[in-house]
Each structure stands twice: as C-alpha cells, then as structure tokens.
C-alpha cells in the first residue's frame, strides 16, 4: 500500500511550485511514489524542449535526493532544505544549469547571484565543463 506524502514531501512540493510561479505555465509538477525508494519526488517536467527536468526527494530528515536534468546526487544537511532549494530551483528554470560527462554525470547550477553548485556522481576531469551541455529556460518570466 502506498502512503500517504508526508508535510515534508508537501512542503518540498509547494516549494517547487512557488519557485516555478514567476515563469507562468511552462511545467508539469506532479507528486509521485517511487517504491524502490520508499520515496515521494516532486517531478517537473517543462514543456520546452532542451530545458532540465528537476526532481526533488526528501529521504530521511537531513537528506534531499536532486535530480537535474540526468543527473542525480544527495544533498545532506542544508540547514533549512526549503530555503536552499528555492534558489536552486529558479536557477534551472530559468535554463542556468548544465551537464557534463556520460549520462549526466556531473550537474553545474549558476544561481543568479553568480554563485556556482556541483551535483556529481564521481571525480571530475580537466575540461569537462567545455563540453558541457546547457539547459534551455524553461520560459520567460513575467518579471523580464
């Protein structure tokens, strides 16, 4: 039988959707049970081509499992997860993420501030990022 999201699968949801509202209607979000997990994700799935999707998990108290585009990685301990995954969130929405290596194994994320983060599965290489892919915005904001 499959539970029930919990508050903190809701609010990781509801953060998500608040993050995507300045771009307009440019995603699907859903909720969604994964069993081998024994998780809940909110997937948004954009509707323009070339842009990411994101997927965000809540396993355990202190561990949020992330995925951008191909790429997956586990994030431990921010000290408010919802905070940290605002910025997040709006940087791939608005196409500011980029993979390298096979399958998506190294995400790069440019937050407006210029700050840089890495989700990666293994050591990166010398160059890596000069092949990189970039993700397309997932629309215009209303605020552009």
């Known amino acids: 039988m499959t539970p029930e999201p919990d508050a903190r699968d809701r609010a990781v949801h509801d953060t998500l959707v ?17 069993e081998p997990a024994r998780t809940w994700f909110t997937v948004v799935t954009p509707h323009a081509a ?3 999707p994101l997927t965000v998990g809540v396993e355990d108290d202190d561990l949020l499992l992330v995925t951008v585009g191909s790429t997956t990685g586990e994030i431990a301990g ?7 995954l605002t910025p997040l969130a709006a940087a ?5 993420s ?14 407006e501030d210029g700050s840089r983060e890495t989700i990666s599965r293994g ?16 629309g215009p904001r209303a605020t552009d």
């Not at 307009?24 to 859903?30: F, I, N, P, S, W």
């Not at 921010?78 to 940290?84: A, G, H, Q, V, Y």
């Not at 980029?98 to 937050?111: D, P």
């Open 78 to 84: 921010p000290t408010d997860r919802l905070e940290w």
């Open 92 to 96: 791939v929405f608005a196409g500011r």
């Open 123 to 138: 050591p990166g290489w010398p160059g890596m990022w000069l092949a990189a892919t970039r993700h397309a915005p997932y």
């Open 18 to 34: 608040a993050a995507l509202r300045p771009f307009g209607q440019v995603a699907e979000v859903r909720l969604e049970w994964s």
């Open 98 to 111: 980029r993979e390298a290596g096979r399958s998506g194994q190294h995400a790069r994320i440019e937050h």
């Open 50 to 52: 070339g842009a990411a």
